[in-house]
């Protein structure tokens, strides 16, 4: 079945710091990429998504491509800041398939 | 703007008692999910439901019921809930398999 990988499970930076979030995907169709962030005490919140092959989904300075090649869509963002600090899940949807969600990525910055 | 709504936000359960979460969602959206989230991991998918008077299992649905019977509602019954069952539930909605979706603010619920 389809599944998605987060290689990270936590990461620690400090501000202006360049971050990257992998995550890998396994799918039988061609399925749509997501990104979530989810702060402490609240649901997730959808950040971006990407639909094709090369396509780059991004918000606020986070971004992300679709890469069918490596079956990859990391999360990249140039400089964090101390708000950035939350939790990230990669997800895949998939035609007539349940969602798949990543174990998700714990990113903590210091100022 | 789009909402779901879960009620009640925070629960405490007895062991071997009957437990309804029940979530509303706003958006106009045929798909609608319940996630559990236990405390420093990911999100687990229950049941989720693609159109009303329809739900399907998803991947721990052992221990959970759910029930939708309108395109807006959508609950998640524990006929008898246990302590491993103590967690964070979570339900979301979305327009469909390649849409993203729409989270409510959860449900603390904690099984003594």
């Known amino acids: 079945g389809d599944s998605v990988t987060q290689t990270e499970g936590q990461v620690a930076l400090s501000e202006e710091d360049f971050l990257t979030i992998h995550c890998n995907y396994s799918?039988?169709?061609?399925?749509?990429l997501f990104w979530y962030v989810q702060y402490p005490g609240e649901g997730p919140q959808f950040l971006f998504r990407?639909?094709?092959?090369?396509e780059k989904g991004s918000s606020r300075g986070f971004e992300a491509t679709y890469d069918k090649g490596t079956t990859s869509f990391h999360l990249r963002k140039a400089s964090v800041q101390e708000s950035d600090s939350a939790v990230y899940y990669c997800?895949?949807?998939?035609?007539?398939?349940?969602?798949?969600f990543g174990a998700g990525t714990k990113l903590s910055v210091k100022p | 703007e789009a909402a779901v709504t879960q009620s009640p936000r925070s629960k405490v359960a007895v062991t071997g008692g009957k437990v309804t979460l029940s979530c509303h969602q706003t958006?106009?959206?045929?798909?609608m999910y319940w996630y559990r989230q236990d405390t420093g991991h990911g999100l687990r998918l229950i049941h989720y439901?693609?159109?009303?008077?329809?739900?399907e299992k998803g991947d721990i649905p052992d221990g959970y019921k759910a029930s939708r019977p309108s395109q807006e509602n959508f609950s998640l019954i524990l006929e008898l809930a246990s302590l491993s069952q103590t967690a964070v539930y979570f339900c979301?909605?979305?327009?469909?398999?390649?849409?993203?979706?729409?989270f409510g603010p959860g449900t603390r619920l904690t099984v003594l």
């Open positions: 979301a909605s979305s327009l469909g398999d390649y849409a993203e979706q729409f």
């Open positions: 799918a039988s169709g061609y399925p749509a």
């Open positions: 990407a639909s094709r092959d090369k």
């Open positions: 997800a895949l949807g998939d035609n007539n398939n349940a969602p798949r």
């Open positions: 958006n106009n959206h045929d798909y």
């Open positions: 439901s693609y159109v009303a008077d329809s739900t």
